[in-house]
């Protein structure tokens, strides 16, 4: 069914000469609620007629269900909670007690996204527990929600995805930023148009620097800013214009070109909203501790006309800010922690130790570790402590470590990853008791050989921004190693990398 015009459901046409044209603001929660279930009520008065033009004076027999997707911060100041919107609905009759052919769906805008997103992009990969960031852009605010995927997509069935964190980020409004900048175009670079009264003064100048000038063309900036963006719904023409006055008292007057609107104004808001989205995500007290795999970006804040030309410029426009944005090496947004000291690293979530045990008899053994040159640098006993690897709020390691065998041997590389709660951070390869409570890893060395080694190498590396151990042989024992066997095994720990300042 399509959408039904709402511009008017509530503008006076009393236009008689006794009418009160005098408006007034309130803040009273039972004037506001009044005017909700008021509105509701009109709404509903013209889906009802909707559906009889379009389905007859049967429709109400069959069944309707409504689907009700509202913004985060109309229902944050509005509405309060989903319960309370749901209820005006039953107060407003467009839900009714025990009515079996009238049900509804309440949901925040965009918290049910991700079967659309799977079927429009369906060549990304939506992995279990992977995380991904939803933008909605509005006029003065961007909702940022954290979703993570709790189901995959199934035959007959669609995947999953909950909001673990939502986040509103509060901007100027889109148009005054968009005219500030125009504005500031204008006054270094702009051509008068001069009236007949003003030609023959080839020394008049204005000042744009001026209140009176500046405010005269500030309050009609905005008006030819919507015009020149609906001339341009079907053809985009860049050389396109419209002449704006400079003052009240002549016809003086300079020319406003979608291309300054564009190239300056609106790249400008792109720009800046494109940083916003993207600093949330390095931001510690945002997402920082979250790596999400993918951003989608949603939102018209310039009320622009769907499909239009100049819509789909904004939007490809913001799509490549995006893109830059992503990928911009070396430059870092940041919103609110503008001056912390320090490089921002991925570093642990936790402490990682480890010890190795005999693959055959469990008993454990001691081990070395030496460097690339063969200085030994720790010697481990066989009395169950472990060696610490990698440390928590610290990056991980980008090179490996030797460890030696007295004697060739099939291993199991235990690593123990200490409890959250734990309150001391120990030091890189210092001893962790045997009995340090933890959840443990292991990794076999009898798929790296066919025949026992002696010298192993532990390495670390991210998959997908989650850490991965892996254990490597040190040498080979045989030519068939290196046809029938792996020359590593790996632990990938599914926990995400965390973001600090280092």
């Not at 490996?400 to 030091?427: A, R, Y």
């Not at 009995?435 to 009898?446: A, E, H, L, N, R």
Request: charged share 20%; aromatic share 10%; glycine share 6%.
């Amino acid at each position: 069914m399509a959408n039904i015009e709402m511009d008017d459901l509530f503008a006076s046409k009393d236009e008689s000469c006794g009418s009160d044209s005098k408006l007034f603001t309130t803040c009273h929660p039972g004037y506001m609620y009044f005017f909700m279930l008021t509105y509701l009520h009109c709404l509903n008065k013209q889906i009802e007629e909707k559906l009889e033009s379009n389905f007859g004076k049967n429709w109400q027999a069959n069944k309707i269900w409504y689907g009700v997707s509202i913004d985060k911060n109309l229902s944050d100041n509005v509405f309060g909670t989903m319960k309370k919107l749901e209820k005006s609905f039953f107060a407003s009759g467009i839900l009714g007690k025990d009515d079996e052919l009238r049900k509804a769906k309440f949901c925040t805008r965009g918290e049910e996204i991700l079967p659309a997103l799977q079927n429009k992009y369906q060549h990304l990969d939506f992995r279990l527990k992977s995380y991904f960031v939803v933008a909605q852009i509005s006029s003065k605010h961007i909702q940022l929600s954290l979703h993570q995927v709790v189901k995959l997509a199934l035959p007959g069935e669609d995947p999953v995805s909950i909001i673990i964190q939502d986040e509103m980020i509060h901007i100027d409004d889109v148009y005054d930023t968009l005219c500030k900048s125009t504005m500031k175009s204008l006054q270094v670079n702009c051509q008068v148009d001069y009236c007949t009264t003003h030609k023959s003064q080839k020394d008049t100048q204005y000042d744009f620097q001026s209140l009176e000038i500046y405010n005269n063309i500030y309050r009609n900036l905005k008006p030819c800013v919507v015009e020149l963006f609906e001339k341009n719904k079907s053809n985009l023409n860049m050389d396109s214009k419209i002449q704006l006055d400079i003052n009240t008292k002549c016809g003086c007057s300079i020319s406003i070109f979608l291309r300054d609107i564009i190239e300056v104004g609106l790249m400008s808001v792109i720009e800046g909203i494109t940083t916003d989205i993207l600093a949330s995500l390095d931001n510690t007290e945002l997402f920082g501790n979250y790596v999400p795999n993918y951003i989608f970006v949603f939102g018209n804040p310039f009320n622009l006309a769907q499909g239009s030309k100049i819509h789909i410029a904004y939007t490809m426009l913001m799509q490549k800010a995006i893109d830059d944005g992503t990928f911009l090496s070396g430059k870092k947004p940041y919103i609110f922690d503008r001056f912390v000291t320090g490089t921002l690293c991925q570093v642990s979530s936790n402490t990682y130790g480890m010890r190795i045990s005999s693959f055959n008899t469990h008993d454990l053994w001691p081990f070395t570790r030496i460097n690339s040159d063969g200085d030994i640098k720790n010697t481990i006993a066989d009395d169950g402590s472990y060696l610490v690897l990698i440390q928590k709020g610290k990056p991980v390691p980008t090179k490996g470590f030797i460890i030696q065998i007295n004697e060739p041997e099939d291993i199991n590389l235990n690593i123990l990853q200490l409890e959250s709660s734990t309150s001391t951070v120990p030091d890189k390869y210092t001893l962790l008791h045997g009995d340090t409570p933890g959840f443990t890893f292991k990794i076999y060395s009898t798929l790296l050989t066919i025949r026992s080694l002696s010298t192993f190498v532990v390495e670390y590396e991210q998959i997908r921004n989650n850490l991965s151990i892996k254990l490597s042989r040190g040498c080979m024992r045989n030519i068939d190693d290196y046809i029938d066997n792996p020359y590593y095994e790996t632990e990938n720990i599914l926990e995400p990398l965390t973001l600090a300042y280092i």
